[in-house]
């Protein structure tokens, strides 16, 4: 699924960061998530390259369910697929500092830049929900295993 999401976001052009559980997975924590979230910036021309990728997808875009979460779900109830875009996130300065710290990967041909693990348990420590704070021990114990390394 990343290789896909990767070449669509290239394709339109959608400057974004992989934040939360997939990013955590990637760089070694081991956790699970059902989903994709990113963070971007919400202008109008984001909004439109949205749409133009759940369109690729199949997909639609849901309406903020908490609109001062400035947050956009992608979903296709097919097969359950779900991207998050979120232009704030708790914890997190701005797109700019999260996008600086972190990583470009690479899927298939294309890369997407993924938050640096410091950025990430940031942003559940300031969420403060439930299933961030389950997390938090596992992401911590990676972190300082990458420190020691």
């Not at 956790?31 to 979230?37: K, R």
């Not at 998050?84 to 600086?100: C, P, Q, T, Y």
Request: some cysteine; aromatic content about 4%; charged content about 30%.
């Amino acid at each position: 699924m990343l290789i896909l999401v990767a070449r669509l976001l290239t394709r339109h052009r959608m400057d974004v960061v992989l934040i939360g559980n997939a990013a955590a997975a990637i760089q070694g924590s081991p956790v699970t998530t059902m989903d994709l979230d990113f963070m971007f910036r919400k202008t109008p021309t984001n909004l439109n390259k949205l749409k133009r990728i759940a369109d690729d997808l199949g997909a639609v875009v849901l309406r903020p369910c908490y609109p001062a979460s400035q947050w956009h779900r992608v979903t296709r109830d097919r097969d359950g697929l779900q991207l998050d875009f979120m232009a704030k996130i708790d914890g997190v300065r701005s797109f700019e500092s999260l996008r600086s710290a972190a990583s470009a990967v690479r899927f298939g041909e294309h890369d997407i830049h993924v938050a640096a693990l410091r950025d990430i348990i940031r942003s559940k420590e300031g969420a403060g929900r439930e299933q961030d704070i389950a997390v938090l021990p596992i992401l911590r114990r990676t972190l300082d295993e990458q420190e020691k390394a």
